[in-house]
């Protein structure tokens, strides 16, 4: 009897039955457990018990878009982006690189308004579709990057930790900074954050 | 026709291509005693409740940015859906089994498997190989495995749910198209919904119409063609009552399926930073994919054409249809002839439709088992209607 015959009523054979369940259901139903659990369980285990292991090297920059580029702090772990002066690098991207608990993560986009109003934006969305408790503080700190560029730094607080968030706006392009981690590895690195946000700058095609 | 003219041979051929092929045999998705049931049910809960963790909190601030997100990619998804089962002609597939096929596709593999597994895979292969690498080759090197496995576990599942429907290679194809269709249709829409965050929110509906649109020009390569190769070789790997086991043809197309997902996932990687190059390796991908998708086609169609022949045994027997007639509408080659042998426009279209015609009887007489019923007596009405006008004679 194949299993699809009056399936919701009749009765399983009791040389194919299990538990009540078809035992020639078995194979492609736990062939789809065990891939689940591969997929779900297993693998991103291997990923959580691998540590980053990509310093940043003296030197090193890593490119934001085509035209935008920063100096992240040498020994720094680069967790997310694309260096500039490595062979064979195809693109740019959002960058991310994290040292002693401390993660900072830059973010781009077009944007045309003011360096407040993106913050303003950011803080706007981030409450709307991520975490309604992202509060970012009055106290607002002008930034001057190495190459002139006037953007705001604002500290932030929300349930899931606190941190800051800089914003730049350069020749249309919106960059949103965050630096996020524990309090006092955060306080420790302040000045490494600072001069990597100071070291967003413009890079000319053909030159990188 | 009267089934007392029939022979027993003819009768004995129909009841035994019923039997081994399972054509007319209804689907039944409620299935308490079967496992397959309760993992496809438990496995869609688990994807139903990670894409409304996912969507959930943005809906309400990219609310417009969604909705054109779903309506083209909804579109798009129901034209290739229109032409899958334009395609599907054979052993028609029922309804509800290509609705289950999509359906986890486009949930339990994108967001019960996928998701998670990508994001993982990306993450590994960063931390093993370096940033330069992982953004040449990781997605190449992560989709055609995890995604590929996560949609094939959802055609054994419909395996498992109906084993006497899911039997030949062109069964394999089909399903396997659906179930990929499902996931590629709501991966372009996580593509387009995704864009609504680009420049920091302030353009959602612009982003998401833009997404859309490339991803729906993009869509003729996708997740419908690679499953449908891995499915129908799975079919090959297994063997099945209709379709003895072929290792080496089985891992062929399987591999195929997975190979293609990969020259189409690093093109970029493939055309080593060169946009010409990258735009080569993409055409290259799409021209030999489809090619080889074609060829499994062809390859499959054998079966079927042998399954017409034996369910329709007693009725060219009795000369509704006859065995030309019933050649002319199987083969390729002999398609053509018979098309082109018509005396006459008018008549060439009914040859046409008389092999749609003669197809619908293969299905009434399939779904009847055999029996005399009012369906398959007006099928073959038909069938001589067209005839006539497929002769030249009205």
């Given at each position: 009897m194949a299993v699809t015959e009056d399936v919701t009523t009749r009765r399983v054979p009791v040389e194919h039955r299990l538990l009540g369940l078809?035992?020639?259901?078995?194979p492609y139903a736990l062939f789809a457990v065990a891939v689940f659990l591969v997929a779900t369980v297993l693998i991103p285990r291997i990923d959580d018990a691998l540590d980053w292991d990509d310093p940043v090297q003296a030197g090193e920059q890593l490119a934001l878009t085509d035209t935008l580029a920063f100096v992240p702090t040498t020994g720094w772990n680069v967790v997310r982006g694309v260096r500039?002066?490595?062979?064979?690098i195809i693109g740019s991207g959002p960058a991310a690189v994290t040292s002693d608990g401390v993660t900072l993560t830059i973010l781009t986009g077009e944007f045309d308004g003011t360096p407040q109003a993106l913050v303003t934006q950011i803080e706007k969305v981030t409450r709307s579709t991520d975490d309604p408790s992202f509060t970012i503080s009055a106290d607002t700190r002008t930034l001057t990057t190495d190459a002139g560029d006037v953007g705001v730094v604002q500290t932030y607080s929300s349930l899931t930790g606190d941190g800051l968030v800089a914003a730049f706006v350069i020749d249309g392009t919106g960059v949103r900074v965050t630096a996020y981690g524990p309090p006092a590895q955060l306080h420790a690195a302040a000045e490494e954050i600072d001069a990597m946000i100071a070291s967003i700058r413009t890079v000319e095609r053909g030159t990188r | 026709m009267s089934t007392s003219t029939v022979t027993s041979d003819a009768a004995a051929r129909q009841a035994a291509a019923l039997e081994t092929s399972g054509w007319g045999q209804r689907f039944t998705f409620l299935q308490p005693h079967n496992l397959s049931f309760w993992v496809y049910v438990v496995l869609m809960g688990v994807g139903v409740f990670q894409t409304w963790s996912f969507f959930g909190p943005q809906i309400g601030f990219y609310a417009g940015g969604f909705a054109i997100a779903a309506v083209l990619c909804g579109l798009c998804g129901a034209a290739w859906w229109f032409w899958l089962r334009h395609i599907d002609?054979?052993?028609?597939?029922p309804l509800g089994l290509v609705v289950a096929g999509a359906a986890w596709g486009a949930i339990a593999a994108t967001f019960g498997y996928a998701m998670t597994v990508n994001t993982a895979m990306l993450s590994i292969y960063a931390k093993l190989f370096g940033q330069e690498w992982a953004a040449n080759w990781a997605a190449g090197l992560t989709a055609p495995f995890t995604e590929e496995s996560a949609k094939l576990c959802g055609f054994l599942l419909i395996m498992g749910l109906a084993p006497r429907l899911v039997r030949t290679a062109n069964d394999g194809l089909v399903i396997g198209a659906f179930v990929g269709l499902g996931f590629a249709a709501f991966e372009d829409f996580l593509y387009a919904a995704n864009s609504t965050g680009l420049a920091f929110g302030t353009d959602p509906e612009g982003n998401a119409l833009r997404m859309s649109a490339t991803r729906i020009s993009a869509s003729f390569v996708s997740h419908p063609l690679f499953s449908a190769l891995v499915c129908c070789g799975v079919i090959y790997l297994l063997g099945t009552a209709a379709q003895p086991r072929r290792i080496g043809r089985g891992l062929t197309f399987v591999v195929l399926g997975m190979f293609f997902h990969f020259t189409w996932d690093d093109a970029v990687g493939l055309g080593a930073g060169n946009g010409l190059l990258t735009f080569g390796a993409m055409i290259l991908s799409a021209v030999v994919s489809l090619w080889v998708l074609a060829y499994a086609f062809r390859h499959a169609a054998p079966a079927e054409y042998q399954f017409v022949r034996d369910i329709l045994a007693p009725e060219v027997e009795a000369g509704v249809p006859t065995a030309d007639e019933l050649e002319g509408i199987l083969d390729k080659k002999q398609r053509k002839a018979f098309k082109k042998s018509a005396p006459s426009r008018k008549a060439k279209r009914a040859r046409k439709h008389l092999r749609r015609a003669i197809l619908d009887l293969t299905h009434d007489v399939a779904n009847a088992h055999g029996a005399e019923t009012e369906q398959v007596r007006h099928a073959r009405a038909e069938v001589a209607r067209l005839r006539a006008v497929a002769a030249g004679q009205v």
């Open positions: 078809d035992k020639r259901s078995f500039l002066e490595g062979a064979g | 002609r054979w052993e028609r597939q």
